[in-house]
């Protein structure tokens, strides 16, 4: 009996003493090893995506077989908790050598020191300028397609309600605008005739939303310094954007909180016109075929604006051996990679080598079009690394103004919260 | 009453260092707190690790400029955070959300789980099966219960469609989590609903350790069942009741999972909470200085609040 107390106090001492040393070296085994020994880690956001996945294998697969002297890993996380794992590998010191990034949140991380700057052999240029992710006069990182904006309707609809189609030369008018929708209100076969996506909260709102923002002259920030929010989100041009989103909800136009799926109530007819991402066009145009009209953003006054910055590559400091993981880059930035990667999601190819490859994207291809959305009227989100806080303020506050919060107010108080952030941050500068 | 209930317990364990053999009995109890402190080490060892660490860091950190991606290190920068915080129209918009949920919540869960612990401790045939049916809520996640109930509260959602038909399409229900008016008691309504069974259960262990014989004597004595509510268990309940107060107390205060999962705080700020406040601002917002405030402020209400129901539940001398 005593013999077995003994023995237990023994195990349990053994027990916390080793509790405590797990504890005690967790956080002293930090530094970078990723890339050692020939083999290199990528980590990406497309876990569930098994498309996009499955594209991303087929180029490391391709790239392993074609040398011998790196051996590059795939690593999937869901998209949800997927900032959550780099900023804890960071922590960390765990890295892995290449990770993708959503392309507003570059500045962010170049900033934290968690990127370096790209050296790749293969030239850039050829990339439309919103699929690379520059910050400080760095590129940072590089993508293999961007996404653009636009607005889906029924041709037979339009016409049926006397609305002409727009055109990427000449745009809807925000008169032009408001009158279709008036007529289509009118009509009463739909509740709300826009669908603008507001009840996919997230990155969408500032994606989809500041270009509208942009549109009637105001932004997020001052592009000069990135130092204030202040007369730029709340000035008179950001007021009318507000009031006129504002009025968008109160006509009944818009949903305060739209469906689960807007490409999938614009195919039944719940909506007459979706305000949606070139991602649903492929299958919106499956649905309703030749009767789909795709048709750029609308005109509120300085021109038509829509977001741009996808998910894009780049490498870590964290990484032992960058040479091999800027070799990687290169390799799979070819025609061939891209335009797989494309048609695998459906986007815009980064380059126009890449876009002939791809079906619908060659010169005349009827997707061809949103190629020169992107290259007419792309506006990337502010490059600076307050941008995650800055989207966050947007969001709220965009979401309150379309609620019926009063325009002004909440407008002022994303501009103090912002500028408040960027002050306690010394102005978010390098050192 | 409760005196009476817990003497004959007590009276064995009384009688027990009366016997002699007395240096035998030390040795024992010796290795006993041995083994006790051993027992008691990874446990504790795990809270410090997990609880008290992190809440001392929280403490300091709520006075700097910590933030959760940062090339440079933290700054002191003194009440900064809190000034801040104070000057914040969402945080006591927060606190009053909070309190609004807490006020609400406390005696509807309370004594609505009660009644139903009363009705299932009846000697009748089926109880065991209301009393799974009513625990059910509680073993599901409050994730897959929120996106559930997300659901059904949409306008053309199932509540909304069996108000419509029940009425004969002569009552609309509204959009329930879109309209700042009915967010919140519609948050109520389902957290209720989900947590319920969970204090049913404590109750329910509280009701029986009443002796029976105090009924029996109750019967004989021909009183009505509201004496016998007021006279025998209402009084045989009262460690119970203070356990259940506070419990209950916190866990409405720390409300997050269903507003993280079904409002986001809104519409119009009219769901936010102080916890959903603190996460978004250290991790959405990435700034952890500043949530450290929020939580920092959060447990000096909690504490305050738990030390004042301590007192006025306290057992009279």
Known sequence: ???????????????????????????????????????????????????????VQAIVDGYNSSQDETTVKLQAFPQASYNDSVIAAAASGKLPCIVDIDGPNVPNWAWAKYLTPLDLSVDLDENLPSTLGIWNGETYSVGYYDVALAMFARKSVLEANGIRQATIDQPWTQAEFDDALAKLKADGTWANPLDIGTGDVGEWYPYAFSPLLQSFGGDLIERDEYQSAEGVLNGPEALEWAEW??????????????????????????????????????????????????????????????????????????????????DYLSYSLSPEN?????????????????????????????????????????????ET??????????????????????????????????????????????? | MTTTIERPPAAPAAAGPARPRRPKRDRTSKTENLAGLAMLTPAVLLLALFIFVPAILAFGLAFTNARLISPYPAVFVGLDNFVRLFADAA??????????????????????????????????????????????????????????????????????????????????????????????PAIILMSVWQGVGFHMIIWLSGLQTIPADLYEAADLDGVSPWQRFRYITWPGLSATRSLILVTITIQALSLFTQ??????GGPLNSTTTVVYEAVESGFAQQETGYASAISLVFFVIVLLISVVQRFLSREKA
């Open chain 2, 91 to 184: 945080f006591f918009r927060a606190l009053i959300n909070v309190g609004y949920f807490a006020v609400v919540v406390v005696p509807l869960q309370a004594g609505l789980a009660l009644v139903m612990a009363i009705l299932v401790n009846k000697k009748v045939r089926g109880t065991t099966f209301f009393r799974t049916v009513y625990f059910l809520p509680v073993v599901t996640s409050m994730v897959v219960v929120s996106l559930l109930w997300l659901f059904m509260y949409r306008q053309d959602g199932l509540i909304n469609v069996i108000i419509d038909r029940v009425t004969m399409g002569l009552v609309t229900g509204p959009d329930w989590l879109n309209d700042t008016t009915t967010s919140m």
């Open chain 1, 245 to 326: 989103m504002q009025s968008l909800a109160t006509d009944g136009y818009i949903a305060t909180k739209s469906g689960a799926d807007s490409a999938l109530d614009f195919q039944n007819n719940v909506t007459a016109i979706q305000y949606g991402g070139s991602w649903a066009a492929a299958q919106n145009s499956a649905a309703l075929g030749d009767d789909l009209a795709v048709m750029p953003s609308v005109d509120l006054g300085e021109g038509t604006k829509i977001g741009g910055g996808s998910w894009q590559w780049g490498v870590t400091t964290g990484c032992a051996n960058p040479e091999a993981a800027m």
């Open chain 1, 385 to 431: 690394p307050a941008y995650p806080f800055i989207a966050t303020e947007f969001t709220k506050a965009t979401q309150d103004i379309i609620n019926g919060g009063d325009p002004q107010g909440t407008l002022d108080a994303a501009v103090k919260a912002i500028d408040a952030n960027i002050t306690s941050n010394g102005g978010y500068t390098q050192k």
């Open chain 1, 338 to 382: 891209i335009a797989a990667v494309a048609v695998a999601t459906a986007t815009i190819p980064a380059t126009d080598a890449a876009a002939a490859l791809v079906p619908g994207f060659e010169e005349g291809g009827d997707l061809a079009i949103f190629r020169e959305f992107s290259a007419n009227s792309a506006v990337l989100r502010p």
């Open chain 1, 1 to 55: 009996m005593r013999h077995a107390k003994k023995r237990l106090i023994v195990a349990s001492l053994l027990a916390t003493s080793l509790v405590a040393a797990l504890a005690g070296c967790a956080p002293s085994t930090a530094g970078g090893s990723d890339g050692q020994n020939g083999e290199l880690t990528i980590w990406t956001h497309n876990g569930g995506n098994t498309e996009e996945l499955a594209a």
């Open chain 2, 259 to 264: 507003i993280s999962v079904m409002t986001q």
